[in-house]
Structures are given as C-alpha cells and as structure tokens.
C-alpha cells in the first residue's frame, strides 16, 4: 500500500497537470531552501537534496571542509567522516556529506510549502506559454468568462489559461455573453509577472484566411492558394485565391455548392460580406476583377509610380467606389497598387485638357486633333443632358484608351531616356569617388555641413548631382553662387588615383630534351638543313648561349613523341670542315683569315632539367673542346 507522500504526489500530478520531474524539482528545491533558512547556511555553499519516491524521505547532502577538530556543523566535517564518502579526502579537501538535521521532514513540510507552490505555479506558467506560443495565428476555441468595455473580453482556454480580445480585435458590433464558447486566433503571447498574457483576435485577416482553411478542404490540402486578403471587419473582405492544378475553379470551391461554405464564414464573422476574386498575374485584369462588383472600361497603370487609373461608366461609379470608398480601399490593399477611379465622361475630359496643356504629349496632340472636336461634342451633349448613343460612348472609351496608352509609353519613354543620361553621367564618374569622402575636398565648413546633411557623403554623389541637376545643390539652403563656385573649382582640382593594371605573366612552353636525344650539329648543318625535321633558330654570336634549338608547342609535344620531333638526318650529325666561302666576314677577307669552324651541340642539363645548346671549336690536334 502506498505511503501518504505518494499518495499527496500522485494527487499534485494529477490536478497540476506536470510532468513529474518538474514536481520533484520543485520539491527538491523548496527542500534546500528549507535547509538553508533551518541552519542559516550561506548561499555560498552546495546544498543537494534528495528525495526517495516511495518513502517521501528527504535527505539533504552539503559541503563542507574537512578539519581536525570541528567548531561549526554546518560548513565543517572531521577527516574520519569524510572518508567514509571519499576515501582519498584530505585534511582542507572539501567534501559534500549528508547533513540532513533531526525531524526535519515536519520543519521542512511547514517552512517550505510556500516555496513548493510557487514552483509549481511557475512551472505551469511556463508551460502555458510554451503550449500557447506554437499557437500564435491559430484558431482557438475558449468561454467567455467576463466582459468589460475597457479591458475587453475575458475567454478561459485549455490548460487553466485565460485570453484577452481587447476591444480592438473584436468584429465591430458583435457582442458576447459570459459562458458563450467563442472562436479566434491567438494573435501574440506576452510574458507578465502573472504569466502568460495571451492576446486573442476576430477582427484579424488571418482569422478569415483560417476560417477559409477550415471550411475549403481544397485550400487546406493546398489546391487552392490564398494569394491575398484584405478586410474591414464586420463589413467587407476581398479574397484573392488561385489554383495550383489546372481545371480547377479557386473561386467556385470557396464558395461550394449554393454559397454553403462561405455561408457558413459570413455567419461566423456576423454577415460580413465577402467577395471571393480570382488571383491573376496580369495586373490589370487583377485590378479589374478587384474591383468588382463594378464593371471597368479600362485600366491604365502607371509602373513609376505603382498607380492605377480605372475608368468606369457613370452607373457604375458609386459601386465602384463603395460606401466611404470602402470598395476602392479594399481593392488598392488587395492588389498593391494605388487606384484612381474615374467615370468614363470625367477621363475622357481630363484626357483633352492632358493633351492640351501638357507640352511633353504634343505629338499626341497632333495625332488626336480630329478626334478631340468629335469628343468635346460628345462632352457637350452629356453636360446638356441630351442622350448619348453607345456609339459616341464607345467613341469616348476608344479616345481615352488612346490617350492614355500613348500617355503611359511616353512616360516609359522619358524614364528610359532619363536612366540613360544617368548611365552616361555615372560613366563619367571614376569608381575610386565613390569611395572617397567629401571631406576630401577641402570645402568650407559652412559647406560641408549642408552637403552632409543633404546626404552627399562620397565625392561621386556630389560630382553626379552636379552633372545631372546643379540647381539640386544650389537650392539647398545656405548655398548660394560663391558656394557653387568653391564646390566646381574643388571638384576640377580633385584627383583620383589611377587603377593598377593587372599584367599577366606570358608563359612560352619549353620543351624538356632526354639526355639520350643529345646529338653534335654543326652550326652550319642547323642553317641549311632547317626546312627538314628541326625548325631554325637565332644566329649566335660567339660565347653567347643558344635557346632551344627547335620551338615547339604544347600541342605538338601531345601529338607527336619526343622521339620523332628531334630525329635528325644521319648527314646531319657529321661536322663540318669550314665554312662557305660566302659566309666569310669581309674583314676576315682582308686579313686572309677564313671563318673558324664552329659546331653545336645539344645537351640536357639535369640541373635545369631542359636541353640547351653549346658551342665547341677545334684547337689543334687535341679534339673538340668546349669553348
């Protein structure tokens, strides 16, 4: 049968809700506190206490200094007792021996429950934000518990946790009752001295894209993809959703059969209305459906300025524009862009007065000035009130494409032209500016200081402001003629240092001779004979070192072996006795001497590890000798 101390641990567990490690931890700490504030002990010293799960006995082990004779129980053992825990202890050693004092499980039971049950709140603590923070951006169910008009609405969660919706994350005009079980996503958990402070919302767009998660299987499985979502609570939300799989309606899965999936979201959200659009790369088909339930006539988007300007028809305008422009600002949040909605009879005015009035669209004005009188009547009659045909409809619809089109591509045409004189002035400029500081400049001080503040850091910003647009920096203030003078002057003075030219090493091949390719070659035998195997090389003078006799590539030692490059004739290799007559020096002819015999020899210098030539001359009748 189990003792009381299992019995009173199961029980914690059980009601706490914790992992039994965390409970006895907790009770092992409050354990040694209970020591230390029992024998007064220091914080200094190690306190351990153990615990026996079965029994509920406390044993507490401590540290103490081994002496000879003890004066204080608490920090001090004699060297008897502490070998009897380590053998090899010494007089001075420090040693951790049981101290656990007489009947202290009673003392410990009275001065340590406090400390017991704040462990074990805090440990419930920290595992409430551990549980909670993995759910930060889900749907949570709790029950109201209270409701204030300040605080907001109190909701009990799992694991004895409470959220808090303030009053800014609830659906505009909803209202709860204490004990109803609400819906939300756990927005943010924030830590409290009290705990976990979980932040609960309904008013979020994530709220609905989880409630479309929940009721489309195909977005939960990933068929259908939720591109964007804009919302304002309570009264309108615009979907963006697109299919993953060809053949596949994004639009006619979240609405489902007769409306019943969005239904069932709409009821959720207190009938918010929903419109559910399909996702198009093309950005003005996206801004036209985007802005339904109105029809578009046109869109004319401005990428400089990420603008959109859509034209509608009169009858279309207002629900184009929502109530208190809600629909235009859902559209312009769905789809990134800024939107200017227009009815169809006010562009086609802005458009004449644009053509007329702006000298940049003077070319389109020359296109359009048989059309703009035929547009003017049309304006004419519609201001009258007389009726409007289609066909001058469409011819207004037709004119405002027109100008717009040609409006927008000369636009595109000035930003091109306006990129290529930066490109030109930025060539201009040495990179090494860019790197250099306007202090460099030696500008007053009055000077520098406007310039920094205008954010001209570097010698390159300065120089590319004053070749692109000099009234940029004239019209900072404090900058006047005299300072433009001084900025010009330091600018044609400054100086940059050229960039070192990096020179590759050229590398010739030399080809490596055997030693046993070694062969005597008169000099003369190497001149006449090198339209054969061995190509011609450099006259040498005498005492001067040959090259490689032959130059041969890289290639050629691949193709062909050594062995057959550098075989020679067998006439080769036999020395010569004189030389040509015609080869004498014209002063040699009038001294009467003849042209001495010279013979060449190749050689392989294992040293050098490559075959070099050498010149050798006969003196008398002792042989060949080098020279």
Sequence with gaps: MKNEFALAFNEVLEEKQLPKEIIMAAIESAMVSAYRRAVNASNAQEVV?????????????????????VQDQRTEVTLEVARTVNPEANLNDMVVVESTPADFGRVAAQTARQVIQQRIREAERQMQADFFNKQVGEIISGVVQA??????????????????????????????????????????????????????????RNFLRRLLENEVPEIYHG????????????????????????????????????????????????DEKIDIIEWNADPVLYISKAISPAKVSGVYLNDAEKTATVVVQEDQLSLAIGR????????????????????????????????????????????????????EEVLAKKSEGRPVTPEEFMTLIQFVERVERRTVEQKKATAAAEEERVSAARAEVPNAAFETGIEALGLPDHVYNILIEA??????????????????????????????DAIRKALENISFPEPESVVEPVVEA?????????????????????????????????????????EITEEKIEEKPLEEIFTLRPDMLQPVAAAPEDEEDESDKKKGKKKKKKVVEIVYDEDLEKAIAKKKHKRGDEGWEED
Excluded at 238 to 257: F, H, M, R
């Design 49 to 69: 206490a153990k615990i026996d799960p079965e029994t509920g006995k406390v044993t507490i082990f401590a540290e103490k200094e081994v002496v000879e004779d």
């Design 455 to 484: 954010e001209y850091r570097t010698v390159g910003d300065l120089m590319m402001a004053m070749k692109l647009n000099p009234d940029n920096v004239l019209g900072l203030a404090g900058i006047g003629p005299k300072s433009m």
């Design 223 to 270: 068929i259908v993809e939720i591109r964007a979502i804009s919302r304002e609570p309570g009264q309108r939300a615009k979907v963006a959703v697109s299919a993953t799989q060809p053949n596949v309606d994004p639009v006619g899965a979240c609405v489902g059969i007769k409306g019943v999936r969005i239904q069932a979201i709409v009821k959720e959200l207190h």
């Design 147 to 204: 409701v204030s008009m300040t605080q907001g609405v109190t909701i009990g969660l799992d694991m004895k946790a409470e959220g808090i919706m303030p009053p800014n994350q609830k659906i505009p005009g909803e209202k709860f009752k204490v004990h109803e079980r609400v819906r939300s996503i756990v927005l943010e958990v924030k830590d409290s001295p009290r705990g976990p402070q979980i932040i609960l919302s309904r008013s979020h």
């Design 324 to 375: 208190d422009g809600q629909n235009a600002r859902l559209a312009a949040k769905l789809t990134g862009w800024r939107i200017d909605i227009k009815s169809l009879i006010e562009a086609a005015a802005d458009a004449i007065v644009k053509v007329q009035s702006d000298p940049s669209l003077a070319n389109i004005a020359e296109v359009e000035h048989k059309n703009i009188p035929v547009v």
């Design 510 to 550: 030399v080809a490596e001779v055997p030693a046993e390719a070694v062969v005597e070659v008169p000099a003369e035998a190497v001149t006449e004979t090198a339209s054969a195997e061995v190509l011609p090389g450099p006259v040498l003078a005498e005492g001067e070192a040959a090259p490689v006799a032959a």
